[in-house]
């Protein structure tokens, strides 16, 4: 008797196959990149236009933590919207959905590909700002270290994005409800990342604050990925 | 089937007591309360015939009405996500009703809270608005609550439009206890931290303010529960005209078939 061995990819092998199918799908088109990288861009143009007046007036490093996260949350609101557009397109997720696995896995693997767009933007936009509005200024010598709060605010954009357009994926006026739900939802982290990012742009004997914002963005992280992953198994189902 | 429970019949007493007890914590508030200092004064100063240091704040009796709904506002959105949590256990839409219900009754009393709130900014800080940690956060649970609302109406499917909800309800709940703690968290924040053991709350100030977060409670219960009995009722109606609807369509193809057996039979 021939023994047919049938095993159960691991979530492990799951999760890299689905995330390499979006990572492919990106590379091929290079769709969402572009749009975002494009409208990073242009926001930093309004920028430019609504600080031409002003920018020898004030010390423009007190509002530049602000301004890079006004560009972030605009751009991944853009890209957010996009990220599910192509599984609806001949009924893609319907395909993945009937593969026997944790819905969660799906979750978790878009909310990496969104992460990874975001990163990728960002290489290019922060050194962009920089380049733009910081060339004569001062930061203070933490300014490397926003690195951190980017990406700790990034995870839970990603995360929170992910689990909020998939919601809006079915609704009338997806675009729109997308940032209805987003910002509110988004917000204690905004704050925590903006006054860190501010914070070591600026510079400040108070390297505690800076902990506290990055450990209460952190945990916003954490409560909202954990929910995402124990909710989006009833989102997809629904 | 019983047209109204032992609960519904309590309720509209519910409401009475409620409403007796904030009036009377309102009263006592006005009444018995002693005034609190505010801001000081700067140096001794005469204001109205008495050399005083600090200033006397009549604007803190809104916290006799600003705190108890606030809390009821919380306690609402609680509800929101126990039964939003029971919804995706269960999926009865009874739950979703419910939970739908729970949040109307928590936007309510949040726009009594931000109306209240708003005013006593104006009178004891000087301003409408500024971006303090509670304020802010409180803004955000607000325009969350309201979204809860457009994401419904943006979903034709019930079962979809319910489970989604429900999920945004669950998500909704964790900006609620951070709103609650901002306080704690941010030692900056101008609003003082209120519930705590070493509280300075003289009895004076603590049964008006304790009676007016019951009154509010029951309040607030009693609407949620009218407004249910409401929403219940309004369902059984549309089902009821559906299924007569039904009957009577049902009624008209059996004469009218009748009425053509007759017509062949007689031919």
């Known amino acids: 008797m021939v023994r047919t061995e049938m095993r159960n990819p691991s979530t492990l092998c799951q999760f890299r196959i689905l995330l390499t199918k979006d990572l492919r799908i990106e590379f091929r088109t290079k769709e969402m990149v572009t749009s975002m990288g494009l409208y990073a861009l242009l926001v930093l143009t309004v920028y430019g236009a609504s600080l031409a007046q002003t920018a020898w007036g004030f010390n423009i490093l007190q509002m530049s933590g602000g301004?890079?996260?006004?560009?972030?949350?605009?751009?991944s609101l853009l890209g957010l919207n996009r990220s599910f557009s192509q599984e609806k397109e001949f009924a893609a997720l319907d395909g993945i959905l009937l593969v026997p696995m944790d819905r969660s896995v799906i979750f978790l693997a878009k909310m990496t590909a969104n992460l990874i767009f975001l990163l990728v933007i960002q290489i290019i936009t922060v050194p962009l700002f920089i380049f733009f509005f910081l060339a004569t200024t001062t930061p203070a010598e933490t300014a490397l270290l926003i690195v951190i709060p980017l990406l700790v605010g990034s995870i839970g954009i990603a995360g929170i994005g992910t689990l909020l357009s998939t919601i809006t994926m079915h609704t009338r006026g997806k675009d729109v409800l997308l940032a209805v739900l987003f910002i509110p939802l988004i917000f204690p982290l905004l704050y925590a990342c903006v006054s860190a990012t501010s914070m070591m742009l600026v510079g400040?004997?108070?390297?505690?604050?800076?902990?506290?914002?990055?450990?209460?963005?952190?945990?916003?992280?954490?409560?909202?990925?954990?929910?995402?992953?124990?909710?989006?198994?009833?989102?997809?189902?629904? | 089937m019983r047209s109204s429970s032992l609960s519904d019949r309590i309720v509209p007493?519910?409401?009475?007591?409620?409403?007796?007890?904030?009036?009377?914590?309102?009263?006592?508030?006005?009444?018995?309360?002693?005034?609190?200092?505010?801001?000081?004064?700067?140096?001794?100063?005469?204001?109205?015939?008495?050399?005083?240091?600090?200033?006397l704040l009549l604007s803190q009796k809104i916290f006799f009405f600003h705190v108890p709904v606030a809390i009821v506002s919380f306690a609402a959105l609680a509800f929101t996500a126990f039964y939003s949590i029971r919804y995706l256990m269960t999926k009865e839409s009874r739950f979703d009703?419910?939970?739908?219900?729970?949040t109307e009754i928590a936007l309510v009393f949040i726009i009594a809270t931000m109306a209240s709130g708003d005013l006593w900014t104006r009178f004891d800080w000087g301003v409408w608005w500024v971006w303090e940690p509670r304020l802010t956060t409180y803004f955000i649970l607000m325009l969350l609550?309201?979204?809860?609302?457009?994401?419904?109406?943006?979903?034709?499917?019930?079962?979809?439009?319910?489970?989604?909800?429900?999920?945004?309800?669950?998500?909704?709940?964790?900006?609620?206890?951070?709103?609650?703690?901002?306080t704690r968290l941010v030692p900056s924040s101008i609003h003082p931290v209120v519930f705590s053991t070493e509280s300075s709350m003289s009895p004076l100030v603590l049964v008006p303010f304790l009676l007016a977060l019951f009154g509010m409670l029951l309040v607030g219960f009693s609407l949620y529960r009218l407004r249910l009995r409401q929403v219940?009722?309004?369902?059984?109606i549309e089902f009821l005209k559906l299924q007569l609807e039904e009957k009577r369509q049902a009624e008209s193809r059996k004469k009218r078939m009748m009425e053509e057996t007759k017509a062949i039979t007689v031919e």
Request: aromatic share 12%.
């Open chain 2, 232 to 236: 219940t009722l309004t369902n059984r």
């Open chain 2, 145 to 182: 609550v309201i979204a809860y609302f457009i994401l419904r109406t943006a979903i034709d499917a019930p079962e979809r439009k319910a489970t989604f909800a429900a999920v945004f309800g669950i998500i909704t709940f964790v900006d609620a206890p951070i709103c609650f703690m901002i």
């Open chain 2, 13 to 55: 007493l519910a409401l009475v007591v409620g409403a007796l007890l904030t009036t009377a914590a309102f009263l006592l508030a006005f009444l018995v309360a002693p005034l609190v200092a505010g801001a000081s004064v700067g140096s001794t100063e005469i204001i109205g015939g008495i050399a005083v240091s600090n200033k």
């Open chain 1, 67 to 75: 301004l890079l996260w006004v560009v972030i949350i605009f751009t």
């Open chain 1, 204 to 238: 400040t004997d108070d390297l505690g604050a800076i902990w506290r914002s990055l450990a209460l963005a952190g945990g916003y992280d954490v409560i909202m990925i954990l929910l995402g992953w124990v909710l989006y198994d009833f989102l997809l189902s629904a």
């Open chain 2, 97 to 102: 009703t419910r939970s739908r219900t729970a």
